[in-house]
């Protein structure tokens, strides 16, 4: 079936770095734009950044631009971020997500949870 998995995710201080990998499986990972979310608890959940299918165009949420970078190897099904100067701020789970059209996202994975303490 189609899945996502997420994994990386972890406790670091602030102005530390992460790198969250999202592999997909179950259909054709190289024809999907890819997206990462966040949900802090008591928030609802935040467009990150995403992906075209090939790689060649990517986009921002402007509270991470600059600090987080998305990228692909579709050989290994896996869509990357990673997160440097990291804030308590982003303290969240983080989602991705396989994005089949316009902003429309069908399949989502479990989330990892990424802790940034001062």
């Known amino acids: 079936q189609v899945q996502l998995v997420e994994s990386g995710g972890g406790s670091v201080q602030n102005g530390g770095s992460l790198r969250l990998s999202c592999v997909g499986s179950?259909?054709?990972?190289?024809?999907?734009?890819m997206s990462w979310f966040r949900q802090a608890p008591g928030q609802e959940r935040e467009f990150l950044a995403s992906?075209?299918?090939?790689?060649?165009?990517?986009a921002y949420a402007d509270s991470v631009k600059g600090r987080f970078t998305i990228s692909r190897d579709n050989a290994k099904n896996t869509v990357y971020l990673q997160m440097n100067s990291l804030k308590t701020e982003d303290t969240a789970v983080y989602y991705c997500a396989r994005e089949i059209y316009s902003s429309r996202y069908d399949t989502w994975g479990q989330g990892t949870q990424v802790t940034v303490s001062s």
């Open positions: 179950g259909f054709i990972f190289g024809n999907f734009p």
């Open positions: 992906i075209s299918w090939i790689g060649d165009s990517t």
